[in-house]
Antibody, heavy 125, light 107 residues
Framework: EEQLLESGGGLVQPGGSLRLSCAAS????????MNWVRQAPGKGLEWVSR????????YYADSVEGRFTISRDNSKDTLSLQMNSLRAEDTAVYYC??????????????????WGHGNMVTVSS | DIQMTQSPSSLSASVGDRVTITCRAS??????LNWYQQKPGKAPKFLIY???SLQSGVPSRFSGSGSGTDFTLTISSLQPEDFATYYC?????????FGQGTKLEIK
């Protein structure tokens, strides 16, 4: 069974740092792009970051560019998100999500088929 | 970035009703459109990809349609477990933006 288990959340002061981890199991982790998605309290889903299978390509939302760093360790089936210079508006539940692909003729469709349970990050003094 | 707009933001319906949720993209995304369901306190659940293809295990009362900029998610006969918030997401480009969500409530 495919599973994603996040850890590392908690309470941090504005300007502080936190590192989230996501441990994958039940699938070949190195074959899939991975993402972080967050959800502020009472709000909708916001895509945060994506990393390619090998880790050579990384993408960020404008709201976190330059402050957050996504990484992965394919030898340990682990995804990470290093969050620096945290702001109150970064307060959210953070989900890791596996990105699968479906190939149909010359098109490739991407979707997030498995999600972790979510990890709360609270930025407050 | 591609903006995704859902309507309505909330919807009240009864068990057995047929409901439709609309999602509009700010530019053409062909059919690179996914739908997710989220219940309170839970992670989103993946429902539909490529605008109309049902993920394995998703009940057939769920269906999706559309192409270009306009898409719909239809639930043919609402069941008690369908009351949740639904999100569309475009996978045409990164950032993989989501709609703001449609909360489906019991009337």
């Amino acid at each position: 069974e495919e599973q994603l288990l996040e850890s590392g959340g908690g309470l941090v002061q504005p300007g502080g740092s936190l590192r989230l981890s996501c441990a994958a199991s039940g699938f070949t982790f190195s074959n899939y792009d991975m993402n972080w998605v967050r959800q502020a309290p009472g709000k909708g889903l916001e895509w945060v970051s994506r990393i390619s299978e090998s880790g050579d390509k990384k993408y960020y939302a404008d709201s976190v560019e330059g402050r957050f760093t996504i990484s992965r360790d394919n030898s340990k089936d682990t995804l990470s998100l290093q969050m620096n210079s945290l702001r109150a508006e970064d307060t959210a539940v953070y989900y890791c999500a596996k990105e699968s692909r479906w190939y149909y003729y010359d098109s490739t469709y991407h979707y997030f088929d498995y999600w972790g349970h979510g990890n709360m990050v609270t930025v407050s003094s | 970035d591609i903006q995704m707009t859902q309507s309505p933001s909330s919807l009240s319906a009864s068990v057995g009703d047929r409901v439709t949720i609309t999602c509009r993209a700010s530019q053409s995304i062909n059919n690179y459109l996914n739908w997710y369901q989220q219940k309170p306190g839970k992670a989103p659940k993946f429902l539909i990809y490529a605008a109309s293809s049902l993920q394995s295990g998703v009940p057939s009362r769920f269906s999706g349609s559309g192409s270009g900029t306009d898409f719909t998610l239809t639930i043919s006969s609402l069941q008690p477990e369908d009351f949740a918030t639904y999100y569309c997401q475009q996978s045409y480009s990164t950032p993989r933006t989501f709609g703001q969500g449609t909360k489906l409530e019991i009337k």
